[in-house]
């Protein structure tokens, strides 16, 4: 979905930067670890207890995984991130064995979806495999198409009017490499209350996207997606 320039300008200058020494994956990581990279979208912090993304993050924690959020707009910290987390043996380069033993997920919303394309794109150039990537409303650039080095794939979407609506069709790039879960349409009528945001400008002026966000059946469905990626096959 083509969002305007102007837009993801002004997002970006509003959104606090994120350093490595904010970031709570251990580099290098464990041989084999579950790596997961969540991005929130827009104006969000990353590190926002009340957004999805980020508990969603916070939760993988528990579960064992090495699990950090990142606003979207930094995509290079979540770059450095894995580039350190993958380099066990500190040569500043990923290698073959390295790339090979990559069990990375990444997830994002909003401009947080566009932003997990881009990742994957950039693990494609080093090599390295990404077991899973899902998009939530996913608001972009060129987030439709999904990378070879992606093994699956999931979408989800509304398409409510007087809102902002996300990517309603990711496709692979290469169907023998990468398997397209499914583009899952949501739909949020005003009579179910449980997926309202929780602040008065959210609910007001979020519309569907912001219900989307706010919605706990779909990010329960993403981490379980997103756990079911990490058992070994």
């Not at 991005?39 to 969603?56: C, M």
């Not at 409303?137 to 398409?159: E, L």
């Not at 007087?162 to 990468?178: S, V, W």
Request: hydrophobic share 40%.
């Amino acid at each position: 979905m083509k969002t305007p320039a102007l837009l993801i300008l002004l997002a970006t200058l509003a959104t606090p930067a994120q350093s490595l020494r904010e970031v709570a994956v251990a580099r290098p990581a464990p041989e084999n670890a579950r790596i997961a990279i969540g991005f929130l979208g827009a104006l969000e912090h990353w590190d926002d207890p009340n957004r999805s993304v980020r508990k969603v993050t916070l939760h993988l924690r528990q579960q064992g995984w090495q699990a950090e959020s990142f606003s979207h707009r930094n995509l290079r910290t979540a770059k450095k991130t894995i580039d350190q987390a993958l380099d066990r043996n500190h040569n500043h380069r990923i290698d073959p064995a390295e790339a090979a033993s990559a069990r990375i997920v990444i997830y994002g919303q909003s401009m947080g979806g566009a932003a997990t394309i881009k990742l994957a794109k950039y693990l494609k150039s080093q090599g390295v495999p990404v077991l899973l990537t899902v998009q939530v409303d996913s608001v972009g650039t060129h987030d439709g198409r999904i990378p070879a080095n992606v093994h699956a794939a999931a979408n989800f979407y509304q398409k409510h009017w007087f809102t902002i609506r996300g990517e309603d069709k990711i496709q692979a790039a290469d169907p023998q490499h990468t398997q397209i879960l499914g583009n899952f349409e949501y739909e949020y009528p005003l009579w179910h209350p449980h997926t309202w945001p929780e602040s008065w400008p959210r609910r007001i002026f979020g519309g569907a996207h912001a219900r989307m966000e706010a919605d706990p059946a779909l990010w329960s469905r993403v981490e379980t997606l997103i756990q079911e990626a990490g058992i070994p096959k």
